[in-house]
Each structure stands twice: as C-alpha cells, then as structure tokens.
T-cell receptor, first 119, second 109 residues
C-alpha cells in the first residue's frame, strides 16, 4: 500500500532552517509528483511547492520563493523540503502529498510533521 | 490570485444532506477536488475532477461544478462525517499554483 512517512517534529529558532523528509513506498517513486502543504495551528491548508522526482523539476508558491528548496534522493525514495530563515508564522504541520501529475490533486498524504518556531 | 470561498461551517442532522459550496470566479472552467480532514489527521481525498470518487469513498459523497460554484454533497450524513472539508483547484490564470478554499467545518447535530 502507498505510504508517505515523514520525519519527526522539530523546534527551531527564528532565522534558522529546517529540513523535513518524506519517504515513499508502495508505488513507483518516479511516476508521481510530490508536493508540500502546510497547516498553521487552527488554520487551513496552504500549498508550498511541488517536485517531479524523476526529472528534478520543482516549483514553489510565490510567497516561499527564495526560502523553499526541494530535493530528492531517488536511491531511497525520499524527498526533502528545506525551509530557511524561519519566522514565528512558519509554525505549522507540514505535509507531503502525492499527485498523479501537475496540475492535479493529492491522492495520498503523509502523516505530517510539526515544526515549531520559537525563541 | 485565484480565491476560493467556502462557508466556515455547516450543521446537519444525522441522516440529512450536507451541502458545502466553494465559490470562485468561473470555477466551472476548472477541475475541483475535495478533501476531508478529521482532527489530528492528514487530509483525505474524497472527490476529484469535480465529481469522481476515489476508491473507498462512500457513494454518499458527490460533487458538482458549474458557473461560479462547486458543491460537495454528503447524503445520509453520519456522525463520522464530522470534519473539515477543503476544496482545491489549480490556478492556471494567475500564479500557476495550487489553491485551497478556507475550509468548512461540518458539524453533525
């Protein structure tokens, strides 16, 4: 069965960077795009960016450009999301989500990773 | 950017029908997808491409999309349907990005 397993919760200082990993299993890794979606406490869903693991192509929402980096290690079916220059308002649950193509929809989601930005 | 507007909350009695709207300028021209999110859990896709149900989603969930409004309908509502529901489209006009509605909390009375 399809699984997206994410790394654990982290607490970071303002100005620091964070890396969240998402390891995929149960399907052919290269044939689906992977996206990052976040949800601040008590708030709605916010799409951050997507990656094509096969070609390495990426795109991010305008508000994250310059701070968001997405990479992949196909040897272990894992994508990484790096967010730099963290601010208090980056405190959120970060989800990876698979999409059959871009544009499209998100058919499987990771369990989420809580990132807390606190001094 | 493309804006999707959902009512913050909908209340419905068990066995009745819940209707959740998602408004957007000419949204009928876009493909709309819907997600259910229960507290503390990741979202689950319940409708894709306006009205298609993924495998495992009950037939009680249906969708439509026309004009400026997309709609998710939950028939014969059960207590387990209590959740937040989000609509989503791809903004091909402005930002070339995914956009979510603000979410609707469905409460089962």
């Amino acid at each position: 069965q399809v699984q997206l397993v994410q790394s654990g919760a982290e607490v970071k200082r303002p100005g620091a960077s964070v890396r969240v990993s998402c390891r995929a299993s149960g399907y052919t890794f290269s044939t689906f795009d992977l996206n990052w979606v976040r949800q601040a406490p008590g708030q709605g869903l916010e799409w951050m960016g997507w990656m094509d693991p096969k070609r390495g192509d990426t795109a991010s929402a305008q508000k994250f450009q310059g701070r968001l980096s997405m990479t992949t290690d196909s040897s272990i079916n894992t994508v990484y999301m790096d967010l730099s220059n963290l601010r208090y308002e980056d405190t959120a649950v970060y989800y990876c989500a698979r999409s059959p193509g871009t544009p499209g929809f998100f058919d499987f989601w990771g369990h989420g990773t809580m990132i807390t930005v606190s001094s | 950017s493309f804006v999707l507007t959902q009512p913050p909350s909908v209340s419905v009695a068990p066995g009745q029908t819940a209707t959740i709207t998602c408004g957007g300028n000419n949204i009928g021209r876009e493909s709309v997808h819907w997600y259910q999110q229960k507290p503390g859990q990741a979202p689950v896709l319940v409708i894709h491409y306006d009205s298609d149900r993924p495998s495992g989603i009950p037939e009680r969930f249906s969708g439509s999309n026309s004009g400026n409004t997309a709609t998710l309908t939950i028939s014969r509502v059960e207590a387990g349907d209590e959740a937040d529901y989000y609509c989503q489209v791809w903004d091909s006009t402005f930002d070339h990005a995914y956009v979510f509605g603000g979410g609707t909390t469905v409460s089962v009375l």
